[in-house]
T-cell receptor, first 117, second 110 residues
Framework: NAGVTQTPKFRVLKTGQSMTLLCAQD?????MYWYRQDPGMGLRLIHY???????AKGEVPDGYNVSRLKKQNFLLGLESAAPSQTSVYFC????????????????FGPGTRLTVT | GQQVMQIPQYQHVQEGEDFTTYCNSS?????IQWYKQRPGGHPVFLIQ?????EVKKQKRLTFQFGEAKKNSSLHITATQTTDVGTYFC??????????FGTGTKLQVIP
């Protein structure tokens, strides 16, 4: 089991360029998330998905789009990168466990360090 | 929206000293999780608390969930250098979306 993998690990973009970050999980998890992590600000949720074909906005969705065409993959797109999007991006997945043993633990990928110049 | 604050932001301790980080939510939580992130690494799930007043232990780590389910704490007894990292709490109001706290960065001086 690879768990949660992310590609690429590092990327440098110029302002205005576009790119897609790929997240893949092999744990058959229903839920997937994209976070960004900036110094002193913890983890902020960008978008999330509660199942194949569904996505929802998180706390900081502007400037990003996502797609979940397959259960195991969750893509994060930047259409026109800006310096404010320089950050470390983490993908996470979570299993669905209904009551009475509801569980929300998330499993994180290794992250993508993105710099926008 | 839901906000989750953690204090302190940073903590330096001498190896062997105890350490505590506190997590406070602006709203009542359905559950709370704790994660540890080593320098340069990714967050790793430690534990989840669900019940009001719940206390759980993992070796030298003690986790508590407040009676009102709006706050939580993580206490480490006799810190070791392997405890270095940032500790995050993450709260959920009952749905799968969670809000992470700002984190407490722990430095242990040998």
């Amino acid at each position: 089991n690879a768990g949660v993998t992310q590609t690429p690990k590092f990327r440098v973009l110029k302002t205005g360029q576009s790119m897609t970050l790929l997240c893949a999980q092999d744990m058959n998890h229903e839920y997937m998330y994209w976070y960004r992590q900036d110094p002193g600000m913890g983890l902020r949720l960008i978008h999330y998905s509660v199942g194949e074909g569904t996505t929802a906005k998180g706390e900081v969705p502007d400037g990003y789009n996502v797609s979940r065409l397959k259960k195991q993959n969750f893509l994060l797109g930047l259409e026109s990168a800006a310096p404010s999007q320089t950050s470390v991006y983490f993908c996470a997945s979570s299993p669905f466990r209904g009551r009475p043993k509801s569980s929300y633990e998330q499993y994180f990928g290794p992250g993508t360090r993105l710099t926008v110049t | 929206g839901q906000q989750v604050m953690q204090i302190p932001q940073y903590q330096h301790v001498q190896e062997g000293e105890d350490f505590t980080t506190y997590c406070n939510s602006s709203t009542t939580l359905s559950n709370i999780q704790w994660y540890k992130q080593r320098p340069g690494g990714h967050p790793v799930f430690l534990i989840q608390l669900v019940k009001s007043g719940e206390v759980k232990k993992q070796k030298r780590l003690t986790f508590q969930f407040g009676e009102a389910k709006k706050n939580s704490s993580l206490h480490i007894t006799a810190t070791q250098t392997t405890d270095v990292g940032t500790y995050f709490c993450a709260g959920s109001g009952g749905y799968q979306k969670v809000t992470f706290g700002t984190g407490t960065k722990l430095q242990v001086i040998p």
